[in-house]
């Protein structure tokens, strides 16, 4: 217990789970993938078109995430998710340049 018997007050989860940490474009920010890292996560920023065009590991990471997240977006959502441009599957999709 804190002192003078105040509760501390914790914020829930890590950044990753509230928009302090998410990128409003799609997948997160810096913030978010370091709060990530810091519960033992290994995340790595999004692997556009162009930069996947200069490593092989690159390509084969996008590759890999968009075949992933395709058949999530087919399978585990709504209709109307799938159709909304500002779902956070959508966004994503268009950070790694999935089409």
Known sequence: MAKGGATPVYKSGGAWTRSEGKNPEGGLNAKGRASLKAQGHDIKPPVSAKQAA??????????????????????????ETARDPDSRINKSLRKWDCH
């Open 54 to 79: 200069k490593s092989d590991t690159a390509a084969s990471r996008r590759s890999s995430f968009c075949s992933r997240m395709n058949g999530m977006k087919a399978k585990l959502t709504s209709a």
